[in-house]
């Protein structure tokens, strides 16, 4: 029997855990995969072009726009991110459950082209803890993590468009409550 392919969008806002979230999915789910996004925002210590993300100059993410090569894109804090439409696609198709773990935006665009996507949006405990993960990860400058938590705000009045929401309390509790969603019939 082939198994169905599904699509599951995971958003809210920057620092609140999605990216952890989504890790420990992947190491445990072989049929889990996660798209690999393209950006204009210039790498962190540590991150690898093509692994966490498709690093391109304004120019080369202006082009995949003209050639309709992204399924979403967004502007999120003076950068682009977007997701490249074929590899989620074909992944779909080979029945596979792909992730996307994108901003509101993006998660908006692909629930409106997308029906049958499962959308979860995650939110932390309160806004002081927001920001303490955002400085605790340690990765983003002052001033971008001031952007960032402007966004949260905006974003956190939107959480109820989403099918799901998910408080990122206890990591563990958080990541038990996702694989219910996606596998509903397991849990
Ligand atoms: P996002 O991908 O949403 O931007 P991250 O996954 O990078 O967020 O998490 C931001 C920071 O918060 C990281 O340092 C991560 O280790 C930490 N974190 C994630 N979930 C929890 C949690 N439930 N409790 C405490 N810290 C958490
Ligand atoms: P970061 O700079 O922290 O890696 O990502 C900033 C925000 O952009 C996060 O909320 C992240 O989920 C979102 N993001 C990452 N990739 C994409 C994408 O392909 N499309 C959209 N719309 N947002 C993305």
Redesign the pocket.
Known sequence: MTQEGKLVVITGP?GVG?GTIVKALLSKYSQIFVSI???T?VPRQGEVDKKDYYFLSRDEFEQMINDHQLL???E?AGNY???PRQPVLEQINQGKIIIL???V??ARLIKDSFPLATSIFILPPSLDILEQRLRGRATDAEEVIIKRLAKAREELAVSDEFDYQVINDNLESSIELVESIIFPAVS
């Open positions: 920057s999605k996004s393209a950006t925002r979403e894109w967004a999120y991110y977007g997701t773990e994108i901003e935006l993006g």
